[in-house]
């Protein structure tokens, strides 16, 4: 199979894995609804009715584009690092902090927010990475762990440093206008935070394809010993790796930020890096796919609220959509190696054979 079928075929597993979600919710909506033809309407249609609604989809994707991003970089060189939630969040109080405190010029005062929101991101993934490579501690227990860590201390800073307390919340005091990303269609809250979203695609795309690091990440990904052996300093491009993709995790954090939001209001972790964890799986951890990923779940999510405002149907419907795709997705993973290590088996008993 050359590389082309094989990609189309990923493409087909996932495509398939939806189908099989879609299928359950369907039957789901069905069995506990009194209106199912209007919530399957609400949900499917819905979100195409009007110009604002699709502007939600928009709005929706922009964030789980960088952390889709994130979780690709992240499981490309072959760890399960999970701490864009928290890079996502504490990234957005690195750069409320610096839009808050510093007195600066405009423009330079958003590209120093971007900034350090992209290297508080950049921090808290790398942590995870530095104690898998220097003490071979679990990256999946120390990044989950990490992302509450991360929670409560930018709570803290907000509370404590950055609070308004004109507001009878835990809300930072409002960003300068000048800090806030130009709205792109009118009617919408579609900002210029998608387009730096796409260029990122861009840039992570070419990494992958035309650098050496980028070839460096996914070779230690997919065979570590022998990218060791190649000569290749494996803890080195681990830890870069892990740098760059909490930063992906860390400028979303920011866009989302000044793009629909004029103060910092969050007071939990927003969930993005969850669902970017389904976003990078879908996408085969391609990072040309993510954009389309992205859109089809906003697209769901946006289509389950909906739902669940115009019918009886709760929009939790949508959480089993994401439970069935990873269980799907996860299932052909473990399929895949089985496969792999059938082939193994039946080469090495032919090379017996004929010799």
Not at 94 to 108: E, H, K, M
Not at 154 to 182: C, H, K, Q, T
Not at 293 to 309: D, Q, T
Request: glycine share 8%.
């Amino acid at each position: 199979m050359d590389n082309k079928s094989r990609i189309r075929f990923e493409i087909l597993k996932s495509v398939l894995a939806i189908g099989i979600a879609l299928l359950i919710v369907f039957l789901t909506i069905l069995l506990i609804s009194e209106q199912p033809w209007q919530a399957l309407y609400s949900m499917f249609i819905g979100p195409f009715t009007s110009m604002r609604r699709f502007g939600n989809i928009i709005e929706s994707m922009t964030p789980l584009i960088f952390t889709g991003l994130s979780v690709t970089m992240l499981y490309r060189v072959g760890l399960f690092n999970l701490s864009m939630e928290g890079g996502f969040f504490i990234a957005s109080v690195a750069a409320t902090a610096s839009a808050v405190l510093l007195d600066l010029p405009p423009g330079l005062n958003l590209l120093a927010a971007l900034f350090f929101g992209a290297l508080a991101g950049g921090i808290s993934s790398l942590i995870p990475g530095m104690l898998k490579v220097k003490c071979n501690a679990s990256e999946l227990v120390t990044s989950l762990m990490l992302n509450y860590v991360l929670l409560y201390l930018g709570l803290y800073i907000v509370v404590n440093y950055l609070r308004d307390s004109s507001m009878n919340a835990n809300y930072s005091n409002a960003f300068p206008e000048n800090m806030l990303l130009p709205r792109l269609v009118p009617g919408t809250r579609i900002n210029a935070g998608t387009l730096i979203a796409l260029l990122a695609v861009v840039v992570v795309y070419v990494l992958f394809h035309y650098t050496a690091l980028g070839y460096k990440i996914t070779l230690i990904g997919k065979n570590a010993r022998l990218a060791k052996m190649a000569g290749i300093n494996v803890g080195c491009v681990i830890i870069i790796s892990q740098l760059i993709g909490g930063a992906l995790a860390g400028i979303g954090g920011s866009v989302e930020l000044f793009g629909m939001y004029k103060r910092f209001q969050y007071t939990g972790l927003p969930g993005f890096g969850w669902d970017g964890v389904l976003v990078a799986t879908v996408a085969q951890f391609k990072p040309e796919l993510i954009p389309l990923s992205a859109f089809l779940l906003a697209y769901l999510l946006v289509g389950a609220n909906i739902m669940s405002m115009e019918t009886d149907v709760p929009s939790e419907i949508f959480s089993i959509i994401q439970a069935v795709v990873i269980v799907l997705i996860s299932a052909q993973a473990i399929l895949k190696k089985y496969q792999h290590r059938q082939v193994v088996k039946t080469a090495r008993r032919e090379v017996l054979h004929n010799g």
